[in-house]
């Protein structure tokens, strides 16, 4: 008999997401292709996976210190949220009001409201108050199964503002279970003291936010808001551009309202991911395909703003892109911690099936946030962050809309949420 730190024993499903080549899986084959076990079992040892298959051919080789029992319980990887903007001041319920009776989003924005108001809140904010907020909020995604996150900044937009933005999330991040990776998102939209020289605001991003998020190393991906109202395509590409040669790969967010070429503006620079993409037609999903840019599909954000546009998730699928899901976790349009909820969208709004959201969350969001080789799949060999939902398939996962079934989770070997508690 092996020694192992910690057994799960007795789950009524092990689901892997595990096989293929590649670190995404592209297409429906792929993408439906779960690897389950049943009356499954993992051995972890030194934080990582050291053994996975039924319950008997585990105890038949390991003994363990821990034992967790689960039986009637599914084991899944623990979920990644590849795109959210935790980084901000206060909530923005007195605007979802006066959207609820009627006033638009675009509006609210082009009126110095939403994104703008947040900037005016967050700038009047230290550091210290902003990781606060920032913990407590990575808490809450913990709590409903999410082990690694995308983070932005994008609600200073101002030097001074963005790094203190990015240092907040590194702070509140620094002693927290949860893996966060950081995006620069400066552009996110023109700040109203720049309303007259768009070109100005675009060349402090480019030449001193730019260079300097890169210098102190606050960031692994940059990130553009192309949209009427935010930025155009040729702002956007040379931002992107600008942040690649400071090692920062692209990310964008395109065609949330309307399809302005932004899915192919990701294609052209590589980005890793291109998120909403609501609006985009088929040109720009095969432009992604070809490119192998992983969209990240925002379904609670577009239920959030009215379901203006719906992204077409089949047809991304169809063209053979490897789609991800994410909460887009922010004070304006989504201002939700709970993946499992975006997973039930995914199914009821996008027609995508369990396996297919399974999938969305976790391998393919993985990949999207640079995490490919340590999140997102059960295998042996790889870091053991699990989730244990308190429901006997996978299915109930889609099904439960809006409950929070997560049961236990386990980060790097250690089990940091037991009874749906964070120990
Ligand atoms: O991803 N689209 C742009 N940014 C956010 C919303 C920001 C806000 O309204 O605060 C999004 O939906
Ligand atoms: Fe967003």
Known sequence: ???????????????????GRAHAKRGAKEMNDLRVIEDGAIAVRRGRIADIGTTNHITARWRGLERIHCRGRTILPGFVDAHTHPVFAKYRADEFARRCRGADYEEILATGGG?????????????????????ERLDRMLLHGTVAVEAKSGYGLTVESELKSLRAIRQ??????????RTFLGA??????YKRDRAG?????????????????????CDVFVERGAFSIAEARAILLAGRRHGMRPKVHADQFRDRGGARLAADVRAISVEHVDATRR??????????????????ASLFTGLKHIPNARALIEEGCAVALATDYNPGTSPTENLQLVASLGCSLLGMTPEEVVTAITRNAAVATGLAETHGRIA???HAHLVVLDAP???HLPYRMGTNLVWGVVVGGRVVVREGRIL
Do not use: N, W
């Open 283 to 300: 040109a720009g999903m095969r432009a992604l395909a070809g490119a192998g840019v992983v969209p990240v599909l925002l379904p609670s």
């Open 1 to 19: 008999m092996k020694s192992a730190d910690l057994l799960l024993l007795g789950a009524s499903q092990v689901v892997t997401v595990d096989g």
């Open 115 to 135: 994104i703008h108001a947040s900037a005016r809140a967050l700038r009047a904010c230290s550091q210290d108050e902003l990781a606060r907020d920032v913990h």
């Open 380 to 382: 042996t060999g790889r």
């Open 172 to 181: 509140g991040a620094a002693k927290h279970p949860l893996t966060v990776v």
């Open 188 to 193: 996110h939209v023109v700040p109203e003291e």
């Open 201 to 221: 605001y675009v060349r402090l991003v480019i030449e001193t936010m730019i260079p300097r998020v890169a210098k102190q190393r606050l960031a692994k991906f």
């Open 393 to 395: 398939s996978y299915e």
